[in-house]
T-cell receptor
């Protein structure tokens, strides 16, 4: 058990809808990362937060947004959903920002499987 | 463009048949190479971090090594429970990339009895 908790485990929704995915990082971890995993793309970095602030953005669509709350849990909001958004969405956490803390691996939750119909 | 390439895409081994998985990278500013194991329907599980060429780390039947351009994950006398997808990732700390990991597509390992 990595200590990272993601809810829900599964989500089935229709095109055009909006969903929220939730992540609780490991106790003590300040950084949260969101990744998308699809069969044809592998693990793709979406966005990173550190202690409540956005720190880095990857290939995140404008329809997607995220935030990290004062208690350090994070939410990923996906709106105007399309069939192509169906994927596994993973949250990961680490103790510190990456820069200067190269020995801090990311610990992943078990993901939310999103199916858009 | 930064790239992480894993080979082979899939590997089938008989129990006890040792082999190696490859991860080659073309990045600048490498700040660590990470190996993860991922079981179906689960999140990646951290295995090793390597920081400099020549470094080696071991855990049970797994041994990871690093050169300037690639890393190998050696599996000695594998068992069926070693079946999983093995992911390689690099950390590049420059500019806005901060702590993110860039992942390869993985090697799907199947070990049959």
């Amino acid at each position: 058990d990595s200590g990272v908790t993601q809810t829900p485990k599964h989500l089935i929704t229709a095109t055009g809808q909006r969903v929220t995915l939730r992540c609780s990082p490991r106790s003590g971890d300040l950084s949260v990362y969101w990744y998308q995993q699809s069969l044809d793309q592998g693990l793709q970095f979406l966005i990173q937060y550190y202690n409540g602030e956005e720190r880095a953005k990857g290939n995140i669509l404008e329809r997607f947004s995220a935030q990290q709350f004062p208690d350090l849990h994070s939410e990923l909001n996906l709106s105007s959903l399309e069939l192509g958004d169906s994927a596994l969405y993973f949250c990961a956490s680490s103790l510190r920002e990456g820069s200067g803390s190269y020995n801090s691996p990311l610990h992943f939750g078990n993901g939310t499987r999103l199916t858009v119909t | 463009e930064d790239q992480v390439t894993q080979s082979p895409e899939a590997l089938r081994l008989q129990e006890g048949e040792s082999s190696s998985l490859n991860c080659s990278y073309t990045v600048s500013g490498l700040r660590g190479l990470f190996w993860y194991r991922q079981d179906p329907g689960k999140g990646p599980e951290f295995l090793f971090t390597l920081y400099s060429a020549g470094e080696e780390k071991e855990k049970e039947r797994l041994k990871a090594t690093l050169t300037k351009k690639e890393s190998f994950l050696h599996i000695t006398a594998p068992k069926p429970e070693d079946s999983a997808t093995y992911l390689c990732a690099v950390r590049i700390d420059r500019g806005s990339t901060l702590g993110r990991l860039y992942f390869g597509r993985g090697t799907q390992l199947t070990v049959w009895p």
